[in-house]
């Protein structure tokens, strides 16, 4: 999902006060302990809703849990899920008629934050609320494929699909709606569950202060330990600037920051009590090119030409300061689906001029090449804040230039960016997607997966693409699956819908003296154990 910011810099407080000035009861502290980890966060949630956000979830998950998580080595794992339902084990049951039936079970005595047990009919209140038709969640991915859910008890969850669908362990990943506080009510304006929501999870929202911070406090006796996790309070400042993340960083008044900058790496390798973890990121930079904004991008040769227009090496090289590999589709080589053997948009500038020429966009006076009259020009949207992206966004400016392209930038805070993908009101957005576990591509590129349904925000519309990935969804058994989604990667790369740039390396800066941090390369992201995180002096 993308990663928006909000430019905003923190105002000039005294030395190590984690308040803000304007006299906030916010907790301070001069380092990291079990009392206050302080996490100098680079967006502002649009939304505590984990179904309603569009952006990472990490907040949200330290609140509210999934059926399932991915975690460190990218494996699916049971959270309030009692397993994981599969064909062998008797979860899941493939209908004759196409359709299957998911049975999950869930963990007993699991308890929300108010006390009222986790059952079965929040599940069936989940799908509900979601295939209703009058909320708009994030996405309705794998949800509008199901028919109906039984709840035969209150601990099983009989969920019936309309068709096969093989990413169905992931289909609860973002967990249930709590039935009892939202049943009858219109969730678009549940703003007390959307800024606080009611969890499972060994966090819950003690404040949330508007454009500075939101404060977490431990729940006292959390389901998986019998107890209060040892940290009490995480407080996610929002410093949206990434130098001023960065030096609170250094300085001590922030402790943790994750997702470092690629091009900040090199400077805190030396700080004293910073640990850098490092895992190579499922997810890729790219810039989506929407065809539904702009005509000119209908045509293949046009995306192949700007492609072809990128020096990727040299980006990563001086901007990216070496700490990331270059990619060449959406799913990466840590994936047991990867596809190696896919067109290349290699730095070719003649290539670029000719498929430009080929196509009829002729240079006028000025350089530009135009069409009937059009110019061959578009904006590209990024986040402010964001000097990486800022830096990217004026090379790419260049290059375009160089092949008679006009390419303006425009610099977008975070919760304005978000709106514009969600509702495809842009040219052109240089961003990322970080993926999960299952190598899932239909939600990204399938004809009819555009927003609400899906994040198809490129626009692409290609029958042979959609009929591969609704086949490879179709798969239950993996060989067959990942032959399909081999053969989508193909013809993505063939269609060019968007400009792929290099894999998301994760490198979170955390306290040398945190133990239980392991990151994590999916979109579960780095606070997926929280709960088992501690401060230990050293």
Known sequence: ???????????????????????S?????????????VIGYDREPDTMNRYATHILEDLESCVVEGLVTNDEQMRIVPLLAAGIPTVENGGVTLRPDGGMDVTWKLRPGVTWHDGVPHTSADVQFTVDAINKGDWKPESVDGFDRITGVDTPDSLTAVVHYRERYAPYQL??????????VLAGRDLNTANDYNRAPLGTGPYRVKEWKTGEYVLLEAVPRYWRTGRAPKIRQLLFRFLTNTTTRINLLKSGEVHMVALVPWDQVRGLRTVPGLRLNTVVGNGYEHVTLNQRQVPAFADVRVRRALAHAVDRPLLVKTILDGQVEIVNGPIQPLNPAYEPNVARYDYDTATANRLLDEAGWRRDASGVRAKAGTPLAFTLITQSGFAIRENVSQSLQQAFRAIGVDMQIRLIDGTAISSLW???????????????????????????????AGRNINFVNDTALSGLLYASDRAIETTTRHDLLRRAQRRIAELAPEIVLYNTAKVDAV?????GFTGNPTNAGPFWNVHAWEIVAR
């Not at 105002?11 to 006299?23: K, N, R």
């Not at 009861?25 to 980890?37: K, V, W």
């Not at 306290?511 to 133990?515: A, D, G, I, K, Q």
């Open 171 to 180: 289909q609860f990943v973002r967990g249930t709606l709590p039935r009892h």
């Open 422 to 452: 969600f509702k495809g009101e842009f040219d052109a957005m240089l961003h990322w997607w970080q993926m999960g576990a299952d190598p899932e591509l239909t939600l990204f590129f399938a004809h009819d997966r555009t927003p609400p």
């Open 1 to 23: 999902m993308p990663m928006p910011m909000r430019r905003w810099l923190w105002s000039a407080c005294t030395a190590l006060t984690v308040t803000a000035c304007g006299g």
């Open 511 to 515: 306290p040398v003296t945190l133990n």
């Open 25 to 37: 009861d916010a907790p301070r502290g001069t380092g990291a302990s079990n009392d206050l980890l």
